[in-house]
C-alpha cells in the first residue's frame, strides 16, 4: 500500500467543524498543512475553531451556514466556488441525533434530521464535484454512525438518516470509481460529543471514543493510496455499550 500521500498546501471542507469530530478532524488537517474551511452554524465557536488552527500555524477559513436551512447547503458550495479553484477532500461530518418514540416525532423533527444528516451531504457533494474533479486525491468522507448500520429504540428518524447517508454513499462510490474518486465512510459508536452526551447522559464519558481517535482515521485514509480500498470502517469502543 502506497502511504504517506502528501497533504500539504491542499484543501478541505470540514462540515460541523466548530466542535466534536469536525474540530478534531479540521485540527489534524490543517496540522498537515491542508487549507481548512471549517462550515458550521454561525457562531463564536466558530470563530474561535477557526482561530485556534491559525494561531497552531495552520490555515483556516470559517465558512458559516445552518445546514438544517434547505438552501444552506447549495448556498456554501457556491460561496466555496467563489474562494478556490481545487477542492480536494469534503468531510461530511454534519449531523443531528433525535432520541424520541416514533409516535411522538412530529414531521418537522423528521425533516429537519434528514435536512442535516442525508440532504446536505447529498447536495454538497453534488454541487462540489466539479470542484474536486483535477484534484489526483478527491475524496468523499460521509461520517455515518453505528445507527446506519444497527438499528436502536427511540431513534428511528436519526436512524433513517444514517441509513440514507450509507445507501448514498454506496451508489456514489460505483457511480464515480471510473473517475478516481473515492468514497469512505466512517460509522463510530458513542463518541464523546455534546450530541452523544445530550442523548445518553448515561454513559461515562471514559466509555466513549475521542473525537481525536476518529480524525486520525480520516488521516490515515487521506494519506493511504493504494490498490486496496477501504470504503467503510465501523469504530468500535471495547466496552459493554451496546455499540
Request: hydrophobic residues 40%; charged residues 25%; neutral net charge.
Amino acid at each position: 500500500m502506497k502511504q504517506n500521500v502528501p497533504l500539504k498546501e491542499r484543501t478541505a471542507l470540514v462540515t460541523g467543524a466548530s466542535r466534536g469530530i469536525g474540530l478534531s478532524t479540521a485540527r489534524e488537517l490543517a496540522a498537515a498543512g491542508m487549507k481548512v474551511f471549517l462550515c458550521s452554524r454561525p457562531s463564536k465557536a466558530l470563530e474561535e475553531a477557526a482561530e485556534s488552527i491559525r494561531s497552531s500555524g495552520g490555515e483556516a477559513e470559517t465558512l458559516p451556514g445552518d445546514l438544517s436551512d434547505p438552501d444552506a447547503a447549495g448556498r456554501l458550495a457556491g460561496e466555496l466556488k467563489g474562494r478556490i479553484q481545487v477542492l480536494d477532500v469534503l468531510i461530511n461530518n454534519a449531523g443531528q441525533a433525535l432520541s424520541s418514540p416514533v409516535e411522538d416525532t412530529r414531521d418537522e423533527d423528521w425533516d429537519r434530521i434528514m435536512r442535516i444528516n442525508a440532504r446536505s451531504p447529498y447536495i454538497l457533494t453534488r454541487e462540489l464535484l466539479p470542484l474536486m474533479e483535477s484534484s489526483d486525491l478527491k475524496t468523499v468522507v460521509n461520517i455515518a454512525s453505528v445507527v446506519a448500520v444497527e438499528g436502536y429504540p427511540l431513534q428511528s428518524a436519526y436512524t433513517a438518516s444514517k441509513h440514507a447517508l450509507i445507501g448514498f454513499s454506496k451508489s456514489l462510490a460505483r457511480e464515480l470509481q471510473d473517475r478516481q474518486f473515492r468514497i469512505h465512510v466512517i460509522s463510530p459508536g458513542g463518541v464523546a460529543t455534546g450530541m452523544v452526551t445530550g442523548v445518553r447522559p448515561d454513559i461515562k464519558a471514559e466509555e466513549l471514543i475521542h473525537p481525536d481517535e476518529i480524525a486520525e482515521w480520516i488521516y490515515f485514509l487521506l494519506t493511504r493510496k493504494g490498490k486496496g480500498m477501504v470504503d467503510h470502517i465501523r469504530i468500535r469502543r471495547e466496552s459493554k455499550l451496546p455499540w
